[in-house]
């Protein structure tokens, strides 16, 4: 069990500019999860995926935002013409996909818009 | 999903046991009462889970009365590295995971 691992740790940017972000779940994981979290404020769902399928996506997830998961292993997520207000942490998250399971976070990628 | 209110903040000496208790009015039938914790500049690290009465792992023990309208996460003997934001959660799996996270309990530990 390696963990879940997120790409870049660290991300700064203009904004106009476009970001992707990449999360490797834990190998036996189906399920994958996105959540954002600002300063002083606790983690809100972005979007989750069952496999390959994107099955559920917040409404904080606007139509700059688009996450996916190809092939049902790693994902990405990309932020399209960044605003200063997408500036937070990134977590992904995934699990086994069993009743009442236990997540697993990645360190995060901590996204600065100047 | 059921609103979770706990203590914004919580302070500690090493080698105290620490009770961080949170309310859940609204809970139904089928939620179960999760408990992660978070470093800075880390995600969050699930710690225990539990429907009723008492759990307990080598890390935590949470107490859950009859009734399920709060739950206590006890931790016994602290050290400095429990130093941490602790959210208390309360979810039903409809197919996945949706967790809803307050603010937590930012617990500060010293010396």
């Known amino acids: 069990d390696t963990g879940v691992s997120q790409n870049p740790r660290h991300k700064i940017t203009k904004r106009g500019q476009n970001v992707t972000f990449r999360c490797d779940p834990i190998s036996e994981h189906n399920r994958l999860y996105w959540y954002r979290q600002t300063l002083g404020q606790g983690p809100e769902f972005l979007t989750y995926?069952?496999?390959?399928?994107?099955?559920?996506k917040s409404r904080l997830l606007s139509d700059r935002f688009s996450a996916e998961r190809p092939k049902g292993s790693f994902s990405t997520l990309e932020i399209q013409r960044t605003e200063q207000g997408d500036s937070a942490m990134y977590l992904c998250a995934s699990s086994l996909g069993v009743a009442n399971e236990k997540l697993f976070f990645g360190s995060g990628t901590q996204l600065s818009v100047l | 999903l059921a609103k979770t209110t706990q203590p914004i903040s919580m302070d500690s000496y090493e080698g105290q046991e620490v009770n961080i208790t949170c309310s859940h009015n609204?809970?139904?039938?089928?939620?179960?009462i999760t408990w992660y914790q978070q470093f800075p500049s880390q995600g969050p690290r699930f710690i225990i889970q539990?429907?009723?009465t008492k759990v307990t792992n080598e890390v935590a023990s949470l107490f859950i009365p009859a009734d399920r309208k709060s739950s206590t996460l006890s931790l016994p003997r602290v050290s400095l590295s429990d130093t941490a934001v602790y959210y208390c959660l309360v979810a039903t799996d409809t197919g996945f995971q949706k967790l809803v996270f307050g603010t937590g309990t930012r617990l500060l530990v010293s010396p």
């Open positions: 609204n809970i139904a039938t089928n939620d179960y």
């Open positions: 539990g429907y009723k």
């Open positions: 995926f069952q496999n390959e399928a994107q099955l559920e």
